[in-house]
């Protein structure tokens, strides 16, 4: 059994001296090493011999064990080493390659930013959770039982609540609106807070909508604010994201949780106002909806509307960003494709 402990061993380091790959290593560690190995066919027999001549074959054939593994570590550093050569003369005149940076999505960029302005003005930034119920999302806001918002066709209903009402009837969130009247009866008021986050309906997609999209809500409630402090918080916020006056205008419009309620719009950067696909070839694009909180929304947050009053506007994030570099579909934005996406680097 010694002759074929030593057998084995040279035959071993010899075929790991001459392996010339990592493959060939592997299949010699399995070849002697393994669980069917030779080396463990000849441990097999141990328990034939006598108790001295046992020890003494034990102890040669772990010698010969830590030889073998030994001679394969060796070999596959070897490897490594002249897989890692470098060939013919090395430049050292030459530079470098630029290691590959990551950077923020334009989308999340526009969010900081607007962070950023909001927070400078004393706003607070609130966050809830994407999954909301029909309490939250309609019932507090004023929309009728029969409104169409709550019909399958605009709100992914979560399945098993369809035929339950109120907190119990559980959906994607339609809109971030609903998280104003969470904040209000948690903090009370006065408040002034932001709340930026994407929303979810089933509609068709086109270069202005998609499914899953972002908006940016901001809320002030207060005693006595008036209308036109609402109206320089427009203009003062896209002035501090663009980085210049934009021509604003606002336009009566139908809103169940703000009374009363506008449409704003801002000249579209991507034609400046000329008219294109993105505006509908008018040249002005809705950028967000605003107005005062309707008092139906200050009572389901226990506020008196006959105290309290404010100014409200959910920012269509996605659209700001269009704006901001002149694309012409939002859906690009969300593609995932990188090809698009470098450029905002």
Not at 257 to 263: D, I, L, R, S, Y
Request: aromatic share 10%.
């Amino acid at each position: 059994m010694r002759e074929r402990l030593e057998t084995m061993k040279i035959a071993a380091l010899e075929a790991a001296r001459n392996a010339g790959t990592a493959e060939e290593l592997q299949q010699i560690r399995h070849q002697y090493l393994g669980r069917k190995g030779e080396l463990t066919l000849i441990l097999k027999e141990l328990g034939k011999l006598e108790a001295e001549k046992r020890r003494q074959i034990g102890m040669l054939s772990n010698e010969v064990k830590n030889a073998i593994s030994q001679a394969i570590t060796d070999r596959e550093e070897a490897l490594a080493d002249e897989g890692s050569a470098i060939q013919g003369e090395l430049d050292l005149t030459l530079p470098g390659i630029p290691p590959v940076s990551g950077a923020l999505h334009p989308i999340t960029q526009m969010c900081y930013d607007l962070n950023d302005a909001f927070l400078s003005l004393g706003f607070e930034v609130y966050a809830e959770d994407d999954i909301t119920s029909e309490q939250y999302a309609f019932d507090h806001l004023n929309f009728p039982p029969e409104h169409p918002a709550r019909d399958t066709m605009d709100t992914y209903w979560l399945k098993g609540s369809e035929d339950k009402k109120g907190s119990e009837r559980l959906c994607l969130r339609p809109h971030l609106t609903g998280g104003s009247v969470r904040y209000l009866k948690k903090h009370g008021a006065p408040a002034r807070f932001v709340y930026p986050g994407r929303v979810y309906r089933n509609e068709a997609t086109d270069a202005r909508h998609e499914r899953a999209f972002f908006q940016y809500e901001a809320l002030i409630v207060e005693k006595d604010f008036s209308f036109a402090s609402g109206q320089l918080l427009v203009g003062t916020i896209l002035e501090k994201v663009f980085g210049r006056p934009t021509d604003t205008r606002m336009r009566a419009g139908f809103f169940p949780f703000v009374e009363p309620g506008f449409e704003i719009d801002m000249k579209c950067l991507v034609c400046g106002g000329s008219g294109c696909k993105v505006c509908k070839n008018v040249g002005w694009i809705e950028v967000m909806p605003g107005g005062t909180p309707h008092p139906n929304v200050l009572k389901a947050a226990g506020l008196d509307p006959e105290i309290w009053s404010g100014f409200y506007i959910n920012i269509g994030l996605d659209r700001l960003v269009m704006m901001r570099y002149g694309v012409d579909d939002v859906r690009l934005f969300h593609s995932a494709d990188l090809r698009f996406l470098r450029q905002f680097r």
